[in-house]
Every structure is written in structure tokens, then in C-alpha cells.
């Protein structure tokens, strides 16, 4: 059975040797994590293995009974290794690298793929097709697409199709509109490497670059209220943000095991609320403080929780959680399992905005006793039989 990167369950594969002449086992990595495709030559035995997070290449020596770290990638998992008589080759990155058995380093391998590129030539392309992202102008005017590395903005009724960037050769996308109408944002490898870019929506002016030194992917960017911040996610588990005006970045928050993919604005730009993956325990919600600079977390972490979002007021803060735990059984087999697991919830975000599903219990109205000119409580009056 397949299991996802990172599994630390019962069901993560282990590395074994069994012994024709002895009939035994033995458990050759004994590790909480994923060791898979063991290739053995000689005395040792390789394997990939993803104990420190990011899958890698590691070898046991027999003759030692030790284990050694053989490749030291952190960005992009080690995949397909397969095992030669001097060598092994692998793919990373979308690379090939061959690890030589000998002196154990890795290089990667140049590819040169020699044709008449016929599908960089020039032409007319119906891109209407290739649409990746889509959104509607704050004032509802003009809408705007993403297509085949270009940004476009289309009118509502009147008016022509715009080509914001049109950058031949250069691919642009998770574009993004301010706000305020003013700005378009969009992620673009005109540098070589993802940074995070602004221009005027009508197509008028120049694009400006408002990050620098780009190190990996970047995730989707998302306007603050005021149009003045970029939030974002990248590759290496980093949440941060970028000032428009100082292109000052600033670190939300980082994460241990997996990268961050739900991640929202307050509606005054105060706070932002995010889903991390963590290490030890579910997908928390945390709440993060411009003003302080510093995080809160919203659940326990006994429950996968994620997709934050804010009322629109900013009294609440709702998020998905997998908390519902009511079981089945299956008609054959008395193993139980769990199905719709997921629900809305909600936390208020102040200590005077009450819930809208606080208790509520219906009491009894007691009737006052009457009191006389002078103020003294009358007794009931009794009437005869």
C-alpha cells in the first residue's frame, strides 16, 4: 500500500534481510519512516528514505551494521532511484543525477534534447482554452484571467481584451487585483526565479518587482484590505508578506513538514489567519498579529483543522474541521470507519461578541405580589364559601 511522504503510521515501510541459510529476518533500518526501494550491491544494501522530512538516499554497510546519509536534498524529494553496476541514477527536481557507488557523490547529469523547437515558434494561439485563474474587478467592470503565462483583463460589455503583461517566453500566473482597483499582482520567472510583481491594471505603466532573491516556488500571493501587503506561501514552508510601498518581507510563520496552502487577510488588515501542518500533532489554525508580530493558535491540534476564513464583520472566524466521529461498520468485515467527518465551526474573536449558537433555555415569568398607597404588601384576599 502506497503511503503519503512524511507517514509515520504503522503502515510506513521498513528495509529487511532474509536469510536462505538461516531462515531468519532481520530489520535492517528499524525507523519510524518511509524506507523504500532497497538496491543492494556488494556489502551494502542503498535505500531512499525520507527520516529527516525530504526523501534521500542512505546506505547500510553490512560488515559495520551502520547506516550513512548519502544525498542531502531539502527542496525536492529524491524519486525512481535504480541501481547500475558502478552507479545510481535518480531523478530530483525534475533533474537526473547519478550517485557514484565509489567516491558517493552525486552529480547531475547535463540532458540536451536536440530538435527545431517548433513549439516556441511564433503564432496566433486561442488561449481562451488555457485559462488558469479568474477573478472579477473590484467594481465588477472588467474580469481577469489568466492564461498561458499571460495576464489579461476582459470588459464586462464594452471595451477591448487586455494584455497586461504579454511577455513572450516569460510565464506569469496566480494573478491577483487589488482591492482598490489600482494594482494587478502576479507571480512571474522573468528573473529566472518566482517573484512577486505589481502592475497598473489598465495596462499603462511598467511593472514593478517587489520581491528579491527569490530561493523557490512561490505559492498564491493575497492583496491585504488597504492594497498595501502581498501575503504569501512558498516551497520551503515559509508564510510571509511584502509591504507594497518599502518592499519590506516579513516572516509569518514556518513550517516543519509540509507547505502552507490555506492562508486569508482579517477584514482590517490586522491579523491573518493560517492552517499549519504540524510535526507533532493535526493541522492547526493559528492567528497571526501584524501590530505584535506574533502567532496564536485557534484549535487544539487533536483535530485536522484548516480553511480559515473571517465573517465579514471580523467577529468570527470560521474553519473546516475533521472532528465528527461517529463510526460504521461494514456489512462483511467488523472494521469500523469513519465517513463525512468534516464540519463548519466557528470562534468568536471578542470577548464581548457572544455566539450565535450560545445556549438558550426558556424560564418562567413569576408574578409580583401588588402593594398598597402605603407601600405594604397586600395579603390575597379570600373569599367565602
Known sequence: MFCPL????????????????????????????????????????????????????????????QTRKLTNFTEFDVKFPSLGDKAIVFENGGY?????????????????????????????????????NFEIAPDGSRALFGARGDVFTVPAKSGPTRNITATSGVHERNSKWSPDGKWIAYISDATGEDEIFIEPQDGSGTAQRLTQNADTY??????????????WADKKLRLQYVEVETKKVTLVAQAKVWEYSDYTWSPDGKWIAYAQPEEHQMTTVYLYSIETGKSYPVTDG????????FSSDGKYLFFVSERNFNPIYGSTEWNHIYTDMAGIYLVTLAKDVKSPFAPKSDEVKVKEEKADSKGEKKEPEKKGK
Do not use: C
Open 218 to 231: 512561490k505559492y498564491q500571493p493575497y492583496w491585504s484590505p488597504d492594497s498595501k501587503k502581498l501575503l
Open 96 to 132: 537526473i543525477y547519478r550517485l557514484d557507488l565509489a567516491t558517493e557523490k552525486a552529480e547531475k547529469v547535463p540532458i540536451q534534447i536536440l530538435e527545431d523547437f517548433d513549439i516556441g515558434r511564433g503564432g496566433w494561439r486561442e488561449v481562451s482554452k488555457e485559462v488558469t
Open 302 to 309: 487533536w483535530s485536522d483543522s484548516y480553511q480559515p476564513a
Open 6 to 65: 512524511n507517514y509515520r503510521g504503522g503502515q510506513a515501510d521498513d528495509v529487511w534481510i532474509y536469510d536462505f541459510e538461516t531462515k531468519k529476518i532481520e530489520n535492517i533500518t528499524n525507523n519510524p519512516a518511509q524506507d523504500i526501494i532497497p538496491m543492494w550491491s556488494g556489502n551494502k544494501i542503498y535505500f531512499a528514505s525520507d527520516r529527516d522530512h525530504t526523501m534521500n538516499l542512505f546506505v547500510y554497510d553490512l560488515d559495520t551494521k
